[in-house]
């Protein structure tokens, strides 16, 4: 079962977000850096967890912007927002691609 989504977190994706539904929000079960907000079908909202991933967010949504323009052959999430500043946090939305996570270890170049 999803985690329910922090007040705080919800408020941060909900102004990068506006059109989203709220009722629809989950938070992703992974995620080193961010705290994620999923609002399916629309957008992925990564919200920085701590000073130095805040600092490092704008450098990450230019690679994604180059890597989505290099026209390889599958989806690339882009930015859907500027990276916006929430007191300590940083946050960004991008699109959403459809798809499921693969299981531990499958996929995983040490496995294979």
């Known amino acids: 079962m999803p985690r329910p989504v922090p007040a705080d977190l919800l408020e941060i ?17 992974h995620g080193n850096m ?4 999923l609002f399916p079908g629309v ?26 323009a290099a026209g390889l052959p599958f989806a690339v999430p882009e930015p859907l927002t500027a990276v916006t500043a929430f007191g300590k946090h940083a946050a960004v939305a991008i699109s959403w691609i459809d798809g499921e996570g693969l299981p531990e270890g499958v996929g995983d170049r040490a496995v294979t």
């Open 13 to 29: 994706a909900e102004a990068l977000v506006p059109d989203a539904a709220l009722d629809s929000a989950r938070l992703a079960e």
């Open 34 to 37: 961010h705290h994620v907000v």
């Open 43 to 68: 957008a992925a909202v990564r919200i920085s967890k701590r000073p130095s991933a805040a600092a490092d967010l704008p450098r990450r949504v230019e690679i994604l912007r180059a890597v989505a």
